[in-house]
């Protein structure tokens, strides 16, 4: 009997009875087509900790689930489903453990009733230099490679054991070939293509697979609620339950595939024409789900993901979130050289430029560049006029030799253009100063180390912050989640949204700053939005905030009049008033 697609565990904690339930889905796809598919992972592996099994099948478990969501609906504000996806090079424990450490500091930091949360897996593989790795890399190699490499070991021995020109030229051809090969053997080694083929072809569909189940098993609760009160069935009836996303590294590619596939193409909101993006999607998700919150942490896609050119595939379904964050770092190694190195092969650019990630994605300096400012850089143009605010004009990619202005890559002065880019908050963690959660120790460096942009001194700071990467040091890559302030606002951001973090901030138990206790008499959060930003600066994150979250959180606008108004902003065209 063939494996089922997902197998479901049970987040647990002996010290606390949780307010937020936890589910830990595993995907059962192996590392390698051949290998064998396994029930239960979980057990397989022999790392039950904080976790356990269900005695049930998938179908039985997801009902469970739906069933909590549905309980959480019945509260003041609709349900939230948080879904966690971590990362290339995660194994099954690391994921297990990175959810779990999610579901827990929920529960115990974050005031979030009619929340349930659900760690996703989807398989990943952990790159390790042993044995059994080099093994599989000679054995996998094609008959043409392995030739190639025999090729070029007979040939080294031959340039120094016989002196003839023409053994030394078809010896020479040998070896080159040989490099070749050598060079496609570290590719296979770092497990980058072989997870990008893993997230596309396992994890999306299967996640994917996941999110179609839950919305059936609610609406077929929803169905017997209407038959037991004698009713005819009709969705207006119920309340639609949020669906957030918190997406670090490659789960970032496949949160975003998700959604695109999920997102309803036949939706009338959501077409166009074929000469342009005249699209307005709304957020509803199937059956039962809203598209709520999507927190990017480092994500390994392309920064085009922001910007509505032709190229971008993503366009209409990251529209359709409520909320959107993205986290990221300039000294981030991962993506800087792994993923933009790995992608020189396939991704269709002819620019180095263009070639970046979306998680090396910095905030301008807005004075001098080795006197940078830090928290909310957009401040005064929001207070002044928000909908002409751009955001990709406070946007750069730094290319190592120099910084390139996303506003300046945009070549046509398109306002469609501008709007995707509007709907993100930005957070640039690259000079990010912290104390490691948990810990009491002083404050340090979390990502990387303080980077200019001159060459020179570029260069040097690229050396360092390299060695102290593969020393193990500083985790530029994953790092968000060791530093206390953007662990907090990651997890925050996700299950309570941007207003009510910024509510949590008057608490003076979350942090040493001294915070503000109450809202001003107008009840926008202005007061406390200027010290959420105090506090950043504190710790040298520079934020780009999006207007929408100016309009809605902080102004108290009307959610989709705001939308509205931002996807249709032109600079130079007069807005009609937005209404509270």
């Known amino acids: 009997m063939p494996s089922p697609l997902l197998v479901f565990y049970r987040f647990r904690d002996q010290n606390t009875t949780p307010a937020i339930p936890g589910y830990f889905a595993v995907s059962t796809a192996p590392d390698n087509v051949e290998d064998p598919e396994y029930n239960n992972p979980l057990v397989h592996a022999g790392i039950l900790d904080g976790v356990e099994l269900f005695n049930d099948s998938p179908e039985v478990?997801?009902?469970?689930?739906?069933?909590?969501?549905?309980?959480?609906?019945?509260?003041?504000?609709p349900a939230e489903l948080v879904i966690a996806i971590h990362g290339y090079n995660t194994d099954l424990t690391s994921a297990k453990d990175r959810h779990l450490d999610t579901w827990r500091y929920a529960n115990r930091h974050i005031s979030a009733k009619n929340a349930v949360f659900l760690g996703y897996r989807w398989p990943s593989e952990q790159v390790r230099l042993n044995g059994k790795t080099l093994k599989n890399v000679v054995t996998s190699l094609p008959v043409l490679l392995s030739t190639f490499l025999g090729a070029g070991i007979l040939g080294i021995v031959l340039l120094f054991t016989v002196h003839s020109l023409l053994v030394t030229l078809i010896s020479s051809v040998a070896v080159f070939l040989a490099i070749i090969t050598i060079a496609l053997m570290l590719l296979r080694v770092s497990g980058y293509f072989r997870d990008s083929y893993r997230a596309t072809n396992f994890g999306v569909p299967d996640l994917v697979e996941l999110v179609r189940q839950l919305d059936q098993a609610v609406e077929n609760l929803h169905i017997q609620q209407a038959e037991q009160a004698g009713q005819l069935y009709d969705a207006k009836n119920f309340r639609r339950i949020k669906l957030n996303f918190i997406a670090h590294s490659m789960g970032g590619f496949v949160t975003t595939n998700v959604l695109r596939i999920l997102s309803d193409v036949f939706d009338r909101k959501s077409i166009g024409t074929i000469a342009g993006f005249e699209k307005a999607p709304d957020s509803d998700l199937g059956n039962v789900f809203r598209l709520g919150r999507l927190v990017l942490v480092a994500p390994d896609i392309p920064f085009t993901a922001i910007m509505l050119r032709r190229a971008n595939f993503l366009k209409s379904s990251?529209?359709?979130?409520?909320?959107?964050?993205?986290?990221?770092?300039?000294?981030?190694?991962?993506?800087?050289?792994?993923?933009?190195?790995?992608n020189y092969f396939s991704y269709p650019t002819s620019?180095?430029?263009?070639?970046?990630?979306?998680g090396n994605v910095t905030v301008r300096p807005m004075k001098k560049a080795?006197?940078?400012?830090?928290?909310?850089?957009?401040?005064?143009?929001?207070?002044?006029?928000?909908?002409?605010?751009?955001?990709?004009?406070?946007?750069?990619?730094n290319t190592l030799t120099k910084p390139v202005s996303l506003q300046q890559l945009e070549k046509e002065d398109n306002p469609d253009e501008e709007s995707i880019a509007n709907l993100f908050t930005y957070f640039d963690?690259?000079?990010?100063?912290?104390?490691?959660?948990?810990?009491?120790?002083?404050?340090?460096?979390?990502?990387s180390y303080r980077l200019d942009r001159d060459l020179v001194s570029n260069t040097i700071a690229y050396i360092r912050l390299l060695i102290s990467w593969m020393s193990g040091k500083i985790d530029t890559h994953g790092g968000y989640f060791n530093g206390k302030l953007t662990k907090d606002m990651i997890y925050r951001l996700a299950f309570l949204g941007f207003q009510d973090y910024l509510k949590t901030i008057a608490d003076p138990s979350l942090f040493t700053e001294p915070m503000l206790r109450e809202l001003d008499q107008s009840g926008q959060v202005i007061p406390l939005l200027q010290e959420f930003s105090a506090l950043c600066a504190s710790k040298r994150i520079q934020i780009a905030l999006s207007p929408e979250r100016y309009l809605v959180d902080v102004m108290g606008k009307e959610p989709t009049a705001v939308r509205t108004a931002t996807l249709q902003a032109q600079p130079e065209v007069h807005q009609p008033e937005l209404k509270e």
């Open 429 to 447: 963690c690259t000079d990010y100063v912290d104390v490691k959660d948990g810990t009491q120790g002083r404050p340090t460096n979390i990502l």
């Open 318 to 342: 990251l529209r359709r979130c409520e909320e959107a964050y993205l986290f990221s770092n300039e000294g981030d190694l991962a993506l800087r050289i792994a993923s933009t190195a790995a």
């Open 61 to 77: 478990i997801i009902r469970q689930i739906a069933a909590d969501l549905e309980a959480a609906n019945q509260g003041a504000e």
């Open 370 to 397: 080795k006197d940078p400012q830090y928290g909310i850089v957009n401040g005064a143009e929001l207070a002044a006029n928000p909908l002409q605010v751009k955001l990709l004009h406070y946007l750069e990619i």
């Open 351 to 358: 620019s180095r430029e263009w070639g970046h990630r979306l």
